[in-house]
């Protein structure tokens, strides 16, 4: 699998299906990878670290990384390159701006709780589509939050990104139910039975027993909540609605989510 680092390289990949990633591949990853190839276009994978989405707090040091595995898995998939860029290809000018959509200030989820997240994953997501000049790009549902900020960047920025479609491909599970993610490999035998809690309180009736249910685990829960589909605000009668999950366990920070069928 070619692994192209310079901007100059990607020029033949104009109109390619998009996966942007921080790499630590897995099935969840690779899923979305098949889901790009399904359009009939070449497959660009993007592995970058992206230091402006994590707090100095955060995880960005011991963030696992594996590129020449992440390629090899990347290839088998369907992928057609992986580009790799460095911090200085991604960002030239120092203190860069963007404009954040309402889903990334206003429902006080994700944003309450890692402030400053949503700008930096902004930031990485239009330099790629910038460089990477897709037509569609996917992004995983179980980063709910995060696909419909990027949704809104897009729509709002429809001069600029007027060709681009953004698809949303389902959360992908373990057999045990805990949905993938590259932090899981940081669980203990032990907190990883604890984390199966989190997709047994997504199915609990209301947001009273999903708490209760994490509690009972001893997972420290920052949110466990039901919101509107569409916009992560309070439900709306006769509106889809979505559960969504973040909790710790010890200092592993997990999230998870998922539709939810009754929309009474
Ligand atoms: O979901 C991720 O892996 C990252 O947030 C993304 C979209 C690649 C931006 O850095």
Request: glycine share 4%; aromatic share 6%; net charge negative.
């Amino acid at each position: 699998m070619e692994i192209v680092s310079e901007i100059v390289h990607l020029a033949p990949y104009a109109g390619c299906a998009f996966v942007p990633t921080m790499g630590a591949l897995h099935d969840g990853h690779l899923s979305l990878i098949r889901e790009a190839k399904k359009l009939d276009v070449p497959v660009v994978v993007s592995i970058f670290v992206n230091p402006e989405q994590f707090a100095p707090n955060e995880d960005f040091s011991t963030y696992p990384r594996s590129l020449e595995q992440d390629a090899a898995f990347a290839e088998v998939a369907g992928a057609t390159v992986v580009f790799a860029p460095s911090v200085e290809t991604m960002y030239p000018k120092t203190n860069p701006t963007i404009s954040l959509p309402p889903a990334a200030t206003e429902p006080k989820l994700e944003d309450a709780f890692r402030p400053g997240h949503f700008r930096g994953v902004c930031l990485a997501v239009a330099r790629l589509f910038d460089l990477v000049k897709p037509t569609a790009a996917i992004f995983g549902e179980k980063d709910y939050q995060q696909f419909l900020v990027i949704k809104q960047m897009v729509e709002q920025q429809n001069a600029r990104w007027d060709n681009l479609h953004i698809i949303g491909a389902p959360n992908i599970r373990d057999d045990d139910g805990l949905a993938m993610s590259s932090r899981n490999v940081f669980l203990s035998a032990d907190q990883r039975t604890q984390a199966l809690a989190i997709h047994l309180a997504l199915k609990e009736p209301n947001e009273q027993k999903m708490a209760e249910k994490l509690d009972q685990h001893g997972l420290d829960v920052e949110y466990a909540v039901i919101r509107d589909e569409a916009t992560l605000l309070e439900p709306r009668k006769n509106e889809p609605k979505r559960a969504l999950i973040a909790v710790k366990v010890g200092d592993v920070r997990l999230i998870d989510n998922c539709s939810l069928e009754n929309s009474s």
